[in-house]
């Protein structure tokens, strides 16, 4: 069974059906899904906000990010084993013109965007972080480079992404600042931020300055960056609308030092294999905000584009073990 969408639209146009498993060619991997994350991305994919990019060739799949065990392997490939515990993501390619993808009984995914899931998860749990952990780990220790005592403003600090970045940014050393939604002021707090903001209430103008700006937003850019530090960084790991956020990123590389970085890099193994040393040192926890059955995806995707229920990733949960830890060999 997979979950495609057979037009573009509200969550509504999301169906179940049944297709044939699908086989792994050289360097892929065919994994069982237990659990599958609902993100941004998707959301505009299914809407059409990039129809020009993903054309009009239907049905398509949704999801990007997964937890299972491999149940074949193709040609070449090495590292993991039929059995193994796995978690990873698809490369954007792969989602912008797959008909199929993770909210699915299996998933084809090459070699390369997989690994060992960490050490005490839940398949659940892991699925919650493949895309929002290997996004922030890149922004907070490549892009941005934060280090200890830094200042950094983290906005959108209670989605998918900004609690990793947060979490990542104060292991890091930094001082973070969460600038959040409706929910979740606590929460930060509880994960480290040292000042948490609510955005209806913090217009971009009355903040101060920051040596880091980690953005989940994606939104008046130019705006946000007049913040920084000179010499400051920032990262952003959307933009929105597409064409306008691509624009205020390439201007900050044309006017002055405080330059906005994109931060959206494809699956890489060893990045996810250092992301699960993350997990398991303490550094990143995964923050689930509620948990559907396949069924019941396209309340996964209203409930994630209107953002109620709690703080977090929302999962779609395939299998009855979803919820357990698996046994590592």
Do not use: C
Request: positive net charge.
């Amino acid at each position: 069974m997979l979950t495609p969408t057979r037009s573009y639209g509200d969550p509504e146009v999301l169906t179940v059906n049944t297709i044939a498993t699908p086989a792994p060619g050289p360097g892929e991997v065919l994994v069982k899904v237990a659990a599958s994350g609902v993100n941004n991305g998707e959301l505009r994919l299914r809407q059409g906000r990039v129809r020009l990019l993903t054309g009009r060739r239907f049905p398509k799949g949704v999801g990007g990010d997964f937890a299972g065990t491999v149940a074949a392997l193709g040609g070449s490939v090495t590292g993991v084993e039929t059995g193994d515990a796995v978690w990873g993501l698809l490369p954007r390619k792969v989602l912008l013109r797959t008909q199929t993808a993770t909210a699915a009984d299996y998933v084809i995914a090459p070699a390369a965007g997989i690994s060992r899931m960490p050490r005490g998860l839940t398949f659940a749990e892991a699925a919650a972080l493949p895309i929002a952990g290997q996004t922030t780990m890149i922004a907070v220790s490549e892009t941005t480079h934060v280090r200890p005592g830094e200042n950094v403003l983290v906005r959108g600090a209670t989605g998918a992404v900004g609690l990793a970045a947060l979490q990542l940014a104060v292991a890091a050393g930094g001082q973070v600042t969460a600038l959040v939604g409706r929910t979740g002021q606590d929460l930060a707090h509880d994960l480290g931020a040292r000042h948490v903001l609510r955005h209806r209430d913090t217009p971009l103008a009355r903040l101060g300055k920051f040596e880091v700006i980690i953005d989940t937003v994606g939104t008046d850019m130019l705006a946000l960056r007049r913040h920084l530090d000179k010499n400051g960084r920032m990262a952003a790991v959307t933009v929105e609308p597409p064409l306008r956020g691509s624009l205020a990123v390439a201007l900050s590389h044309v006017h002055g030092s405080r330059r906005i970085r994109f931060s959206a890099p494809d699956p890489d193994t060893a990045v996810l294999t250092r992301l699960a040393g993350e997990v398991e040192a303490g550094h990143l926890k995964p923050v689930i905000g509620e948990t559907y059955p396949l069924e019941r995806v396209a309340d996964a995707h209203r409930d994630a584009e209107n953002g109620t229920g709690a703080a977090g990733k929302r999962i779609i949960v395939l299998t009855d073990d979803a919820d357990t830890v698996p046994v590592r060999r």
